[in-house]
């Protein structure tokens, strides 16, 4: 959460020229509610059962770019339908810089008790294997915009044959 995976994933869909998903939009859309308001029914555990649904119907989806939540690699169906039918870039943030340029967000229900920071870093210490083991190219984020991420997205996925290289320049 707050690596960047929706603002780089709309940019990159932008210049590829193709749809562009988050799932934790389409869930929203489809449950009616928000996130948050989905944790304080249902739990994580709930949570994460409508998300499994959605990822699994995101991934039959074909020239799209799409965002995840965060804990969607939680569920071992998500990361084998995430790695089997799609290129997953992991957006790896270290827990400190997500701390920073999540200090202010009210949004986010897995942060809004005790602190914040240790959570983040619990979170991490989680979710950094499995996002590598579904992942098939991970860039370290720093601090930089998003649209140098979405540069280097781009340019991975170029020089790795995904896609073909860009004409021009971007």
């Known amino acids: 959460m707050g690596a960047g995976k929706t603002t780089v994933g ?3 869909a932008q210049r590829l020229g193709l749809a562009f998903v988050d799932s934790d939009q389409e869930i929203e859309r489809e449950q ?3 996130i948050a308001e989905l944790f304080a029914r249902g739990g994580e555990a709930g949570f994460r059962a ?3 649904k959605m990822i699994d119907r995101l991934t039959r989806r074909a020239d799209i770019v799409l965002a995840t939540g965060g804990g969607a690699v939680l569920r071992a169906d998500n990361r084998k339908a995430l790695r089997e039918r799609g290129t997953v870039v992991y957006l790896r943030a270290s827990a400190d810089d997500l701390a920073h340029r999540l200090r202010n ?3 986010r229900p897995l942060l809004q008790q005790g602190d914040a920071r240790a959570k983040l870093h ?3 210490r989680v979710r950094d294997p499995l996002y590598r083991e579904t992942a098939h190219f991970v860039l370290d984020t720093g601090r930089p915009s998003a649209t140098l991420l979405a540069n280097m ?3 991975q996925l170029e ?3 995904v896609l073909p290289a860009s004409r021009n320049g971007t």
């Open 159 to 161: 020089l790795a044959g």
């Open 50 to 52: 409508i998300e499994a």
């Open 122 to 124: 619990e979170l991490f």
């Open 105 to 107: 967000d009210r949004s």
């Open 153 to 155: 997205v781009q340019m």
């Open 10 to 12: 709309r940019m990159l």
């Open 32 to 34: 009616g509610c928000s």
